[in-house]
């Protein structure tokens, strides 16, 4: 990167969303729109012009722009000429340019004392971005380049989960079991969607959730939306490589990920802020299947263990909060195939849990907050793999189902806000493994 990157800085408020004043100022009227906050801050006097979502635009002074890149990026050209004072405002109308961002095209005239031979980007989802021309010297300098954060929000308000689809003796199926925000696993509710197995879930938008892939007897890439209430949806045609035995993790703080899977491939499929599957991303770390992922660190991610044919693992793949994948870090405890056996907990930590060494095991590996995992901690619970984990009540975790090899189980396990998995719970609902599970609100 030869150019500018614009800077980033995440304000929390306490209103509905936190509004920009001066720098470092925040102004929390919840009545106002964010339109005007930002003109207060910029003094002003800006015509806030209708959402662009095209892949090029031209900027004309004294507007203000809501950008929508969820379906492409943007190159914005700026005005040819300037005057002293013109200004104009771009703001990322769907929080979206983490993934897709915008390009300043500042067309002959300087931008911020560099002149048009640099490449501008900016890649921060929720920039609002406010430019006044100063003159030919510097020309165009941004007077506000600030990241504005959702509010209410956090990684870690989803009260409530969701346990879908797997394989009970029975064949496949798609029923699903809603999980109270004090960790009760309610009865079946008639399955919605192709009935499968091997899927992975997480959460996106905050508040929703995403069931995705799997085995049929053979492999798809379809989808099954949840929303903030629990209600899952029908098919959504699938996008990327069709494969099962994969996980999934929120990151982003809003966005989720697919990764790995059968074949025992590394590609990852990430997951936007309302709820789009990307084509495959190349795969970065060792191929394998039959791993867990989950959140940590507020905004980041981690897949961890998982086999390849003839190895089993302990390695880790950390996700940035951009959606990232790292290369492989040292594995920590026992390698074992880990089926979809990872939750967030506490708020900003995870747990791996339970899993085949090829003998069923109840141990877990707690995470940090900074994505280091723990040696073994003792078993808890009925020994047994193919389950699936999610997050409940804001910071606690659920491990429920799978196999112990003498057959399907519906028994849950709860995970306290420090970490401890409780002992077993009697089970409720279809006994089964290969389902998957995540939080929504």
């Known amino acids: 990167m030869s150019g500018i990157i614009g800077s980033k800085l995440n304000i929390r408020g306490s ?27 910029a003094g002003g006097g800006l015509d806030w012009q209708t959402i662009e979502t095209g892949s090029t635009m031209t900027a ?65 989802d929720g920039t609002a971005l406010h430019i006044v021309y100063s003159g030919s010297t510097n020309g165009w300098i941004p007077t506000l380049d600030k990241t504005v954060e959702d509010v209410p929000f956090t990684a870690t308000t989803n009260d409530n989960g969701i346990f879908g689809f797997g394989w009970p003796s ?29 899927v992975a879930a997480c959460e996106y938008g905050g508040d929703k959730g995403i069931f995705g892939y ?25 996008v990327g490589t069709a494969r099962s035995n994969l996980t999934a993790c929120e990151y982003g703080s809003d966005k989720g990920i697919f990764g790995y899977g059968s074949s025992y491939v590394s590609i990852t499929n990430l997951v936007s802020n309302a709820g789009v599957v990307a084509t495959d991303t190349t795969g970065v770390g060792t191929g394998r299947a039959d791993l867990a992922a989950c959140e940590y660190g507020e905004d980041k991610g981690i897949f961890g263990y998982g086999n390849n044919g003839s190895s089993r693992f302990s390695l880790t793949n950390l996700v940035s909060n951009v959606g990232v994948v790292a290369t492989d870090t040292t594995g920590v405890g026992t390698a074992r195939s880990i089926w979809n056996g990872g939750c967030s907990y506490g708020g900003d930590k995870g747990i791996f849990g339970y899993g085949n060494t090829p003998s069923y095991v109840s141990m877990t590996n707690l995470i940090s907050n900074v994505g280091v995992v723990a040696t073994d901690t003792t078993g808890v619970g009925t020994a047994r793999g193919y389950l699936a ?20 189980q519906s028994m849950t396990n709860l995970v306290s806000n420090v970490g401890v998995v409780a002992s077993d719970v009697t089970g409720v609902g279809t006994a089964r493994n290969g389902l998957a599970a995540c939080s929504y609100n």
């Open 214 to 238: 799997g085995t049929t007897g053979s492999v798809v890439s379809l989808t099954n939306l949840i929303s903030n209430s629990g209600v899952a949806a029908s098919d959504t045609t699938g």
């Open 170 to 198: 029975s064949g496949r199926t798609s029923v699903t079991n809603l999980v109270s925000n004090v960790g009760v696993v309610a009865t079946d509710t008639t399955g919605v969607g192709t009935a499968r197995s091997s």
């Open 60 to 124: 004309v002074a004294g507007n203000g722009y809501w950008i929508d890149t969820t379906s492409n990026a943007c190159t914005i050209t700026l005005p040819g000429t300037a005057s002293n004072g013109d200004e104009i405002m771009f703001v990322d109308y769907a929080r979206n340019w983490g993934t897709n961002g915008i390009v300043i095209d500042s067309n002959g005239l300087n931008y911020q004392g560099e002149d048009d031979t640099y490449t501008v980007e900016y890649g921060t």
């Open 389 to 408: 984990a999610c997050e409940y009540g804001e910071d606690k975790g659920i491990f429920g189902f799978g196999y112990t090899g003498g057959g399907n």
């Open 15 to 41: 209103g509905r969303i936190a509004k920009l004043g001066t720098d470092g100022q925040v102004l929390t009227s919840s009545g106002a729109g964010v339109a005007a906050a930002f003109e207060d801050a």
